[in-house]
């Protein structure tokens, strides 16, 4: 007794390290283990793994405070990248064209067009099946992460576009993509391009990232996309924006109070405040083409479109017409350029965005998300501004990957599903009247969970969700891809979490989880894709 | 390393135990503390330790030349060059790009062009509290406040003692310096104290500052427009206790760690929100920093040994320094400006007036309330990320008529009232709950701390965040 009154502190803590190593190797509930590792197979080899793991959060830099978490964490925090996300697969690449002039394109939506001869001279090439070139790529983090949390990746649903009738269908949906793929496959045809819209999953570029470059990887670059004038919060990255000076005024179809409905088909627009304000972009890659989405209004003013230091021209934004209307206008990047720069002359141009292209085949994919996004927000834009900068795009598909932060609603009973699923509708219903040409894949949430004690509880309206959104996906004739299912489906985030692949809010993939999703994203395009082929290839 | 994570866990008993083994043996204690803390830091990042090391061995050397001579001239001339060392370490480190960019701007500003590009400069960890401690030996020393020790490990230990080496609190010389001198001991109470202050201090942390941060000060800071104003006011208040429950975590924990092998460390907080002024405000938050900017700042440019503005300009000075010394930013000055407007009137208010003597209760809360508002709304420069961002929440707080606040969760609100009222509620809870837990047989004691561990596993966030004090 005298023994352990000398050494009291010392007895104490040997107490509580045993009790604390006891009861986390007995076979308690889990919320009783003050450590989860010795609860695994091997306990000590896990516990050692957590205790010599470096610290994860360190400070940076700091010219003030930088937040220790949230949203500046969420797009920053993750040093356990397995690929090099933040690498630009275009910026090897720079084949210029030798020339530049500049020309502006009327607020017209292209005619729509159902599959012509064209179209189905390219299909049946395409459907010829050719031995392609591309291989797989090695994937270790992703082959250990799904044997570890033994994942299958769901196909993508794809229903027939044709009336039912005999016989097989004709036509299904992402057939018209898949042509378009095949084409850019064999280095032929125009740039595919793909706007992928969705909520901060898609602002921080992650998932989609993994995407591009998998696409990218097998049927070339045919550049960035469109990009937005700066960055406007700390998901975004850095290089899928342009380097915006401060005084430009961002209106966003999430802020609670909008000025107006022009937004583009971005859903964001940014207005110069001061003459002078400007905006860069860099790392230009193979881009040869750069188109400035813009807003002719009575507040525009005029704009100078710079290469480097040499003036390319100059965007009159103003007009004395009553109406305003979304314009484009299109500029050839001299080779060499190493900066592509717009600066307002006078107060007031308003601009959507820049779109960098290689103008060649290739996959172009672009990302448009914004934080808090719901399915009723994207439908604030005017609908004639919307759908004609999108018919402008002409993308080959669009993909929608919302509904995480509807369940949240509904979860809060502010919202129904009626109203999501009409919103959801209505959104891709303007989808489809800019280009009928335009396929649409729709992409379920993530799981979500509310966390009690050390238990996660999925949320049921996830489900409901999911359900509505296949609906409307059958409803319009776009494919459906169940990401929800392919993670595991209901209650597997709980593995995700353990496995460190989910931020601490669990809402948001780390940048591996992230990456992982990309891959089964991309696997389930490229598998539809494969099946598409083979079948126009049974058929020819 | 941090105080919260699973292998701090691991280490300090491990210290503990290395420490007490061969705790007879003075120079061999030492010798475990200052490897352990060097462990400690370089867990982080390894290189920078070499800085921590150049200042101890600079002052080490400038102090032992100083204590030779007994020249004026010499000793000041040596003082100032600890001062331009210590200083020009953290200019370099720290402020490099500030100036770069502060020169580039005020160049535009009269027609010369500098280009700015930024400079890849790692800030080491707790370098501005490592500088202003080793600052204080050489100056204390200098004063003759201190005596030049011969051990260049105790002067290596003092600047870099693994507790309060990354933020504190400020250790000065003459109160650490001797403690090394003394026989280790420790007895049972101290003990048990020590480790219930520790486990104070993780509780506050990551049930209390990292809640507030991840439901919904972050997300509020981030977005402020897609906030209500009440979501906005509840965000800024919010941060208001987060700041003062991470800080003084950190302090619980580093001078429970420090009391565990025998060392105290000052206090660093009293219940700053109490402060009924904002000159009572400082005396209560982070207060070895605010004594060392009176100590070695404000009374050195003169105090209010001069006039009254030149009373009112030091003031200026130290506040503003002080604003920056938290970040290479404006904002941060004007965040320190802010502080330094207030001491200011209040100083204009009691050369007019008088201070209070007996002043009617609602006067003293009106007095309490202004502060509180003061203080709170000034933090919206010191956590906003731009200037941008800050006046978007000041434009937030403006009532939007939207009279509900649906991201501030059950739980928040719950956190919010215990914080508060832990804060405001009776001033010896603690020391009760302190000195029951300190009588209990050892088993007991340590029940108790495992019964605060599970409850911080389940309630807790699934990834904590470091302590925000640590950039600094």
């Known amino acids: 007794m005298s023994f352990l009154k000398r050494h009291a502190t010392g007895a104490t803590l040997l107490f509580f390290i045993l009790a604390v190593v006891g009861l986390s190797a007995a076979p308690v509930p889990e919320w009783l283990r003050p450590l989860d590792d010795f609860a695994k197979e091997d306990p000590f080899g896990a516990f050692l793994a957590s205790v010599f793991t470096r610290p994860e959060s360190v400070p940076r830099p700091s010219q003030g405070y930088v937040a220790g978490g949230g949203a500046e964490a969420i797009a920053e925090e993750d040093q356990y990248v397995d690929y090099d996300s933040e690498s630009d697969p275009d910026e090897d690449q720079v084949e210029l064209a030798p020339h530049h002039d500049r020309v502006e394109v009327g607020g017209r939506t292209p005619t729509a067009q159902g599959l012509g001869l064209d179209d189905q001279a390219s299909t049946a090439t395409a459907g010829a099946a050719r031995p392609s070139k591309w291989t797989p790529p ?146 230009l890659g193979r881009s040869q ?42 500029f050839t990047i001299p080779p060499g350029t190493t900066e592509f720069k717009l600066r307002a002359v006078d107060y007031g141009p308003r601009l959507f965005g820049v779109v960098l292209e290689a103008d060649q085949p290739g996959v172009v994919y672009e990302s448009i998300g914004l934080p808090g996004a719901t399915s009723r927000v994207w439908n604030e834009p ?49 989808i489809q009247e800019a280009s009928a040409k335009t396929d649409c894949l729709l992409v379920s949430p993530l799981e979500a969970v509310r ?56 809402i948001h993939p780390r940048n591996r989880g992230s990456n992982l999703l990309g891959e089964m994203m991309s696997e389930a395009i490229m598998d539809a894709y494969d099946e598409h082929r083979a079948r126009a290839g049974e058929g020819s | ?64 030349w100083m204590s030779k001579t007994t020249d004026p001239g010499r000793r000041k001339w040596l003082v100032t060059v600890s001062v331009v060392s210590n200083l020009g370490v953290l200019g370099f480190f720290k402020y490099a790009n500030f100036f770069y960019e502060t020169a580039a701007t005020l160049g535009g500003w009269i027609g010369v062009r500098i280009v700015y590009h930024h400079l890849d400069i ?52 003459s109160w650490f310096m001797p403690q090394l001198d003394r026989p280790a001991s420790l007895t049972e109470i101290d003990g048990a104290a020590a480790l219930l202050r520790i486990a104070k201090g993780l509780v506050k942390k990551l049930l209390i500052a990292d809640l507030l941060a991840a439901n919904l000060v972050d997300r509020v800071f981030a977005n402020p427009g897609h906030y209500t104003s009440m979501e906005i006011w509840a965000g800024v208040f919010s941060y208001t206790l987060q700041i003062y429950y991470d800080f003084s975590a950190y302090s619980d924990i580093a001078i429970g760690a420090a009391a565990l092998f025998g060392y105290e460390i000052s206090e660093n907080f009293n219940r700053p929100y109490k402060a009924r002024d904002l000159t009572e405000f400082w005396k209560r938050w982070h207060i070895s920093l605010s004594t060392w900017l009176r100590d070695y700042l404000y009374i050195p440019l003169g105090g209010n040994r001069g006039s009254k503005l030149l009373t009112l300009r030091n003031v200026m000075i130290t506040m503003v320094l002080g604003g920056i010394w938290h970040g290479a930013s404006w904002r941060m000055a004007l965040w320190g400006a802010v502080h330094g407007v207030g001491l200011c009137l209040t100083r204009l208010v009691w050369w007019r007036f008088g201070p209070p003597k007996h002043p009617p209760w609602w006067r003293v ?91 911080i596993k389940n309630v807790a966030n699934f990834e904590a965040q470091p302590f925000i004090y640590f950039q600094f």
């Open chain 1, 451 to 506: 966390k009690k004690g050390s238990q996660f509880i999925p949320k049921p309206e996830v489900l409901e969700v999911i359900e509505l959104e296949r609906r409307v996906a059958e409803r319009r004739g776009c494919a459906f891809w169940d990401m929800h299912a392919a993670m595991g489906g209901e209650g597997s985030l709980a593995k995700w979490v353990k496995s460190d692949l989910m931020l601490p809010d669990l």
């Open chain 2, 365 to 455: 809360s009106l007095s309490w309330l202004a502060t509180f508002l003061a203080v709170m709304f000034a933090r919206v420069f010191f956590r906003a990320e731009s200037m941008t961002l800050a006046s978007k929440i000041f434009r937030g707080l403006v009532p939007d008529g939207l009279w509900q606040a649906p991201n501030v969760t059950p739980r928040v609100m719950a956190v919010i009232a215990v914080a508060t009222i832990l804060h405001f509620g009776p001033s010896d809870l603690y020391t009760r709950v302190s000195t029951v837990f300190v009588r209990l047989p050892i088993p007991v004691r340590a029940g108790l701390l495992l019964v605060i561990a599970v409850v």
């Open chain 2, 122 to 173: 790692l800030l080491p960890i707790g370098l501005s509290f490592v500088v202003f401690q080793t600052l204080s030996y050489t100056i204390d020393v200098y004063r003759g406040d201190c005596e030049a020790r011969k051990s260049w490990v105790d002067v290596c230990l003092f600047i870099s003692f693994f507790p309060q080496i990354i933020a504190g609190p400020i250790v000065r010389a």
């Open chain 1, 382 to 430: 005017d609908r004639e501004d919307f759908e004609r900068q999108l018919g402008l795009r002409d993308p080959a598909l669009v993909i929608v990957m919302l509904g995480g932060n509807d369940g949240l609603m509904l979860s809060k009973e502010r919202t129904t599903t009626e109203r999501i699923e009409a919103d959801l509708d209505a959104f891709v219903g303007r």
């Open chain 1, 138 to 283: 090695e994937r270790k983090a992703y082959d250990f992460w799904a044997k570890r949390l033994g994942l299958r990746v769901p196909p993508i649903v794809r229903p027939c576009r044709t009336p039912a009738g005999p016989g097989p269908c004709r036509e299904r949906a992402l057939d018209h993509f898949f042509s378009r793929l095949s084409d850019a496959e064999l280095g032929r045809g125009e740039p595919v391009r793909i706007v992928h819209y969705g909520d901060s999953l898609i602002a921080s570029d992650k998932i989609s990232d993994m995407v591009r470059r998998r696409l990218q990887e097998r049927f070339g670059s045919g550049g960035k996309g469109f990009l937005m004038i700066k960055k406007f919060n700390s998901f975004q990255r850095g290089y899928r924006t342009g380097d915006g000076s401060g005084g430009w005024r961002l209106d966003v179809i999430t802020q609670r109070v909008l000025r107006d409905r022009y937004f583009g088909y971005s859903g964001a627009s940014f207005t110069a405040q001061n003459a002078g304000e400007e905006t860069t972009f860099r790392r």
């Open chain 2, 1 to 64: 390393m941090l105080f919260h994570s699973i292998q701090f866990m691991v280490f300090l008993p491990a210290v503990f135990l290395l420490y007490w083994a061969v705790a007879g043996h003075a120079a061999l204690r030492k010798w475990v503390l200052l490897l352990a803390s060097a462990v400690f830091y370089m867990a982080w990042n390894p290189l920078p330790f070499l800085i921590v090391l150049y200042c101890a061995t600079a002052d080490y050397l400038l102090a032992r």
């Open chain 1, 289 to 330: 083409v750069a188109e400035v989405y813009y807003l002719k209004d009575r507040k525009g003013g005029r704009l100078e479109v710079l290469a480097d230091k040499t003036v390319l021209g100059e965007i009159n934004t103003r007009t004395n017409a009553a109406t305003s209307e979304a314009m484009k206008a299109r």
